[in-house]
């Protein structure tokens, strides 16, 4: 599923306007997530936009914000501290709640993920929890200062580099991360947590994870990010996150629909902006891409056109075959159908009719390999190629169908 970016503003704790972005599904919202970006980073940091495009295909729309002071939100930096983040989320999930829907999914990064595992229990509404490369302890924050901690606790504040970027720390934010009782707030977090992190993190180590899943309570889960560093600066590793916490996800969030429980059948496919041809596919609860095969400029992350035409011809026929075997109680081996597809000359078509022959065209010709397990009779080979024949995609494919054609712009058609 495609995601579509909303620009948005809210005040924040000290009323100050506050940049964010709500990435919504090309379709019904199975859920909204709220995600709370590192430590002095912004919400369009390379792997927050990764990961909340990435929920958003799975049907989770993410709002992503600027903390007071950040990116492109207003404020001043040096006024905030740990808490007034944590004001900042509060107020963010409540600008959900008035105009879209309350978040039942909080994800935080680095130190964002110490502020939601901190915040969840003031979000009512909240049913899961996700961290990514969070510190047990709020403080942790404080080795990014250096010799710079000792300057702001004498003289009250001091400039510090962070990331190649300067910035005004007050002696108030060091006094209030250090107040902070982050075991106590995982320990009775009551809430089902995944912790995310890379073992070679540089930044947070490896044992920070550890703390934080040995003090929560059951349901929690951990999985390794491998390689990755703490920013997820590789796209392949902000995309394996996002895909992780979306499956994750599927037993704390609402489900999409089951086909076939509509009127008619519909399927969704939209352009999801990634690479030169690839469509998420949405059917009833069902999501996969369509893409061509690297060689012709795809980013093959999913069957073609003409592969999925050709699953549905041998998804058919075998599904046919079992429903002929059971009615007629017949102890048929599992089946398998191999399908091949090309374009031939009309003259190389052994199956197509003299008339057919005649014209100076080609087609698209199927083969179809059905193979049953097991010892198979030869009057049953007979009646299985038979019945194979009446699957219904066969049948629509020998036929044609008409394709209606509707063209819409913004919404109208």
Known sequence: MTSIA???????????????????PD???RAYALFAHCFTCSKDL????????????????VLRFDFTGLGSSDGEFASTNFSSNVADLILAAAHLRDHFQAPSVLIGHSLGGAAVLAVAKDIPEVRAVVT??????????????????????????????????????QKQFVDDIRSQQMHAAVAGLKKPLLVLHAPRDEIVGIENATEIFQAAKHPKSFVSLDT???LLTDPQDAA??????????????????PQGEAPVEHIRIAETGAGKFQNSIR???????????????????????????????????????????????????????????????VDDCADCSVEERASDRRIDRFERRITVEGDLPDE??????EIADKCPVHRTLEAGAKVKTIIDTDGHS
């Open 228 to 230: 990755a560093d703490h």
């Open 46 to 61: 390379g792997a927050v936009r990764r990961i909340a495009a990435e929920l958003a295909r799975e049907g989770i729309a």
């Open 380 to 385: 049953l080979r007979e009646k299985l190629h």
């Open 27 to 29: 379709g019904p919202a």
């Open 6 to 24: 909303q620009k948005l503003e809210f005040a924040g704790h000290s009323g100050a306007r506050l940049a964010a972005r709500l990435d919504l």
């Open 240 to 257: 394996f996150a996002g895909r992780v916490i979306a499956g994750w996800l599927s037993n704390y969030v609402a489900q999409d629909r």
């Open 132 to 169: 990514i490369g969070a510190p047990a302890d709020a403080a942790h924050v404080l080795k990014n200062l250096g010799g710079r901690l000792e300057d702001i606790e004498r003289d009250g504040v001091a400039e510090v580099n962070l990331a190649g970027r300067t910035f005004h720390i």
């Open 283 to 345: 059917a009833g609860r069902h999501r996969l891409f369509a893409d061509e095969p690297q060689a012709v400029g795809g980013l093959d992350s999913g069957p073609s056109p003409y592969d999925f035409l050709s699953i549905a011809l041998g998804a058919c026929t075998s599904m046919t075959l079992r429903m002929y075997a059971e009615r007629k109680k017949l102890g048929l081996g599992r089946i398998a159908v191999d399908v091949s597809h090309a374009k031939i000359h």
